[in-house]
């Protein structure tokens, strides 16, 4: 059996809802409440009552888990012992698996997003090019627009196209903070990325820090930037005291395209 697939932000219907998906089947919260049910009540009777569900129903939903999973619960025919059911192996592993997800979309919901409006300038594939008050940012998007022409509809399926009026946001645990005064040869990273700002203001933690960046100041000119647009950035006290950072210093940002989501705005 293929191990479960972790789905993405469309799959799962939206960031922060977790779900494992095997061969078109999802697993998610109802159904890792079904098995922990099992394995307290000791059978599915027990569990489809606990749960308020009908025993039918909740039998067809662990064999069409089955049918994509494997075996998930095991079943005793009743006897000396008494009947009953038990969670196999695997069922244990996919609920444990279930639990890490939980904990990774959780952490992730609570990482805070700069937002920045801008308008698509041209879509390739998943990525488009999106300019915005801080100039072109690369970013995905979620639907099928093509980048070939650049002139693509965009409705129906959510695609995107050249013109249309979209959200950039980047999670602060994607970018990354370099001292401006070290040169970084854009050949060598793959953050598409880039801004130079200042460090506006730093918010320490135990263990990590979020600094705020003002970024826009245009290019050639000696007037800070517009403290109103601030990128966002989670990094370790570590790298906050090496970079020996402080307000008002120069720095240098960069983060992925792949980390950077385009979210398109209603008419």
């Known amino acids: 059996m293929r191990e479960p697939t972790e789905a993405g932000p469309d799959a799962a219907a939206g ?34 009552s606990d749960l308020g569900r009908s025993r039918s129903r909740a039998l067809s939903r ?12 095991e079943r005793r025919r009743g006897g000396e012992g008494g009947g009953g059911s038990r969670l196999a192996a695997s069922g ?35 990525l488009a090019v999106v300019d915005t008050a801080v100039g072109e940012l690369s970013g995905l998007h979620g639907g099928d ?19 249309d009026a979209v ?7 994607a970018v990354t903070v370099n001292d401006a005064a ?33 970024v826009g100041a245009a290019e050639g000119s000696d007037d800070a930037p517009d403290p109103d647009t601030e990128v966002v950035a989670l990094i370790t006290a570590e790298s906050v005291d090496r970079l020996d950072l402080a307000p008002d210093d120069p720095v240098s940002i960069r983060w992925k395209a792949t980390a950077t989501r385009l979210v398109a705005l209603a008419e």
């Open 15 to 48: 960031r922060g809802r977790a779900a494992l998906v095997e061969g078109g089947v999802e697993f998610d919260d109802r159904d890792a409440a079904l098995l922990r049910a099992v394995d307290a009540t000791g059978s599915v009777a027990g569990a489809a």
């Open 62 to 73: 662990i064999e069409t888990l089955e049918g994509a999973y494997g075996t998930l619960v």
């Open 92 to 126: 244990r592993s996919l609920l444990d698996r279930y639990d890490r997800l939980q904990a990774v979309l959780a952490a992730t919901a609570a990482v805070p997003e700069t937002v920045l409006d801008g308008t698509v300038t041209a879509v390739d594939g998943e």
């Open 145 to 163: 627009g093509d980048g070939a022409d650049g002139g693509a509809e965009s409705g129906g399926s959510g695609g995107i196209a050249a013109g």
């Open 167 to 173: 959200q950039v946001r980047i999670g602060a645990d």
């Open 182 to 214: 070290t040169a970084v040869d854009p050949d060598a990273t793959s953050a598409r990325n880039r801004l130079d700002g200042r460090v506006s203001r730093i918010d320490p933690g135990e263990t990590v820090s979020t600094v705020r960046i003002a």
